[in-house]
T-cell receptor, first 113, second 111 residues
């Protein structure tokens, strides 16, 4: 069965500092990997996705993620955070033709001035 | 264009009452999903509809939960005899291919 672990429940970062959110997955085949962001009272918005090809994926809002098969990881990064990046971030894993996504428990990001 | 919409945005009910949650997917999306998001938890898959195929109900936590999708579009999630542990945010998503688009959710509080 597929599963996702987000080791950090809560991260606080200063505005302008870099951010890295960790995601480890367990999946027997080649995974499809996703990062979603959820602002308070909002639904989930897709930041980026990895299906195949280049292991460094660029997304919206200046985010990027790197797929590392050897480490079963798909960490999300942003070089310089903005106050508007304060939100909850979810990593998810699925597979082609398998509509069920497994989500991690999420990481809450707080941005301090 | 319009995204996935859900109603109501908030629902407070008393234990033992039935509730209905509605989801309007993006036009043309053939797949529709329901998830439950409990406090401090990730998203829990509940049910999946794809076109005219039989839905995948494997994630429904009990027989008090049911869902239907009429005309391949609007979906209703029904929870009968609500319990306090049903309190959560219920999210709906729709997709055409591999990307799921989420609605804002319905926050259900069972008193």
């Amino acid at each position: 069965a597929q599963s996702v672990t987000q080791p950090d429940i809560h991260i606080t970062v200063s505005e302008g500092a870099s951010l890295e959110l960790r995601c480890n997955y367990s999946y027997g085949a080649t995974p499809y990997l996703f990062w979603y962001v959820q602002s308070p009272g909002q639904g989930l918005q897709l930041l980026l996705k990895y299906f195949s090809g280049d292991t460094l994926v660029q997304g919206i809002k200046g985010f990027e993620a790197e797929f590392k098969r050897s480490q079963s990881s798909f960490n999300l990064r942003k070089p310089s955070v903005h106050w508007s990046d304060a939100a909850e971030y979810f990593c998810a894993v699925g597979a082609r033709g398998d509509y069920k996504l497994s989500f991690g428990a999420g990481t809450t990001v707080t941005v301090r001035a | 264009g319009a995204g996935v919409s859900q109603s109501p945005s908030n629902k407070v009910t008393e234990k033992g009452k039935d509730v209905e949650l509605r989801c309007d997917p993006i036009s043309g999306h053939t797949a529709l999903y329901w998830y439950r998001q409990s406090l401090g938890q990730g998203l829990e898959f509940l049910i999946y509809f794809q076109g005219n195929s039989a839905p995948d109900k494997s994630g429904l936590p009990s027989d008090r939960f049911s869902a239907e999708r009429t005309g391949g579009s609007v979906s209703t999630l029904t929870i009968q005899r609500t319990q306090q542990e049903d309190s959560a945010v219920y999210l709906c998503a729709s997709s055409f291919k591999d990307e799921q688009f989420f609605g804002p959710g319905t926050r259900l509080t069972v008193l």
